[in-house]
């Protein structure tokens, strides 16, 4: 081993669980009891410790512990339906794999020894999950990434929750072919912008359309002369939904969002909500192209020869003169994952290609460095649906062109286009001289 050589913490984490904890609760390595989690130790030392290997192994035990009901009820159901789906369980035999699981749950708790705080283990370094971050007890858990680790765990949860991600529509500098830039949009950018703003009321936060003259003074009063309302418990398409808005900074992502409704309805906890109250991240802006920013492709080459090349041959890493990489903004994404993470809402997110790309790569777990590649992904006036449970992972593909289940595209462009070529027939109708 090379004396000179220094431990580095690469960032590199291998994760170890058992995806049927009864079956595999008597294997050492479930960490189960106090003794196996020893026996765990002791392995990963005699890695750490031979004189072959410059392997340092820091061990983190991570404990979840559910006693809220509702939780439970939540995953087995989760789990119920994915055995459906996938032919695992027949519809009729729900009832009897309910109380199968529930029997199981009673016996591992029977059999599992928990994380001691009695001294016994004050050695190890854990992080015990009370309610999937309701309650966070850590033990040694000082250096920076396991420090990362509670804090991305204590924001993550198995509750059903959807996220749409939606790119801005068409801008002036899009029909240029220019970089970056804070240009409006276009008329066409605005067609989409409408188109938007009705699928978030109907689809997203499921109001109820107002026409003027329906209604009763109170309701007029409530959403004007038309526009959009709550639905209530008892209404038969059920309860509008309380649901979150981001936009970047950017002139063209603001003015995507602008004409979405966003009345203030009962919350999940029967407060006042102001659902799809636009929120502005500068960290979802779109990547800064530096000394490229307002330049075609064209004038790129000309001022800057060799940046399409380098470009080319690492489109994650390199960074545009005196801008920003796929790396950088990777960096900067990282806090608005962490809250994106934490939320059970329905969350619409409008933003940028490059941004947008490296979300949908997290969530559909392709790797990052295929995130830039995706070229038939994030396209303007598409919406695309990600509808995330404790079941998501099951179908993960890991290719960046076969989209996942959990996976719904809503594509407006054909909508676009028609009403686009309806607004130009009525504009030249208006222009021919009447007989």
């Known amino acids: ?3 000179n050589a220094k431990n580095v913490d690469s960032g590199r984490v291998a994760i170890v669980f058992s995806s049927n904890a009864m079956s595999s609760f008597y294997e050492n390595w479930s960490g189960s009891s106090k003794e196996r989690r020893r026996w765990i130790l002791a392995q990963l030392a005699t890695i750490s410790n031979s004189s072959k290997s410059k392997t340092r192994i820091k061990t983190i035990f991570i404990e979840v512990t559910l006693t809220k009901k509702y939780l439970e009820r939540e995953i087995l159901s989760q789990k119920l339906e994915r055995d459906v789906r996938e032919g695992r369980l027949e519809p009729n035999s729900t009832r009897e794999a309910g109380q199968e699981w529930r029997e199981k749950v009673q016996e591992y708790k029977k059999l599992y020894v928990t994380l001691q705080d009695d001294g016994s283990e004050d050695d190890l370094s854990y992080m015990k999950l009370i309610n999937y971050g309701e309650r966070v007890l850590t033990n040694r858990m000082r250096a920076y990434l396991p420090q990362r680790i509670v804090q991305f765990l204590t924001a993550t949860h198995p509750t059903k929750h959807t996220i749409y991600l939606c790119r801005h529509g ?3 500098y899009n029909t240029t072919g220019r970089l970056g830039g804070n240009s409006p949009l276009t008329e066409q950018g605005w067609v989409f912008a409408e188109i938007l703003s009705r699928f978030a009321a109907q689809h997203v936060c499921k109001l109820k359309e107002f026409h003027s003259g ?3 003074g109170d309701i007029e009063e409530q959403v004007g002369a038309g526009g959009w309302m709550e639905r209530g418990a008892d209404d038969e398409e059920g309860p509008s939904v309380a649901a979150r808005l981001w936009t970047s900074s950017l002139f063209r992502t603001i003015q995507t969002a602008a004409l979405i409704p966003h009345p203030v309805i009962r919350g999940p906890d029967g407060s006042a909500w102001e659902s799809m109250s636009p929120r502005v991240y500068r960290n979802i802006d779109e990547i800064f192209a530096g000394d490229c920013e307002g330049l075609t492709p064209e004038e790129v080459k000309v001022s800057h020869p060799q940046a399409s090349n380098l470009r080319k041959m690492d489109k994650i890493g390199y960074r545009y003169p005196r801008g920003e990489s796929y790396f950088d903004i990777i960096s900067r994404l990282e806090p608005c994952i ?3 993470e934490s939320y059970t809402e329905p969350l619409l997110i409008v933003s940028h290609q490059a941004i947008l790309r490296c979300i949908f ?10 995130a830039p590649g995706m070229e038939t992904q994030i396209q303007q006036n598409v919406v695309y649906q990600i509808d995330l449970d404790a079941s998501s992972e099951d179908h993960i593909t890991g290719v960046a062109n076969n989209l996942p289940a959990f996976v719904t595209v809503h594509d407006f462009r054909k909508e676009v ?6 607004r130009t027939c009525r504009q030249l109708q208006s222009l021919d001289p009447q007989p």
């Open 1 to 3: 081993m090379d004396k």
């Open 338 to 340: 962490q809250e994106m």
């Open 214 to 216: 329906q209604g009763d």
């Open 417 to 422: 286009e028609e009403t686009m070529l309806a």
């Open 170 to 172: 068409q801008s002036e």
């Open 361 to 370: 790569a997290y969530l559909t777990g392709v790797d990052r460095e295929k």
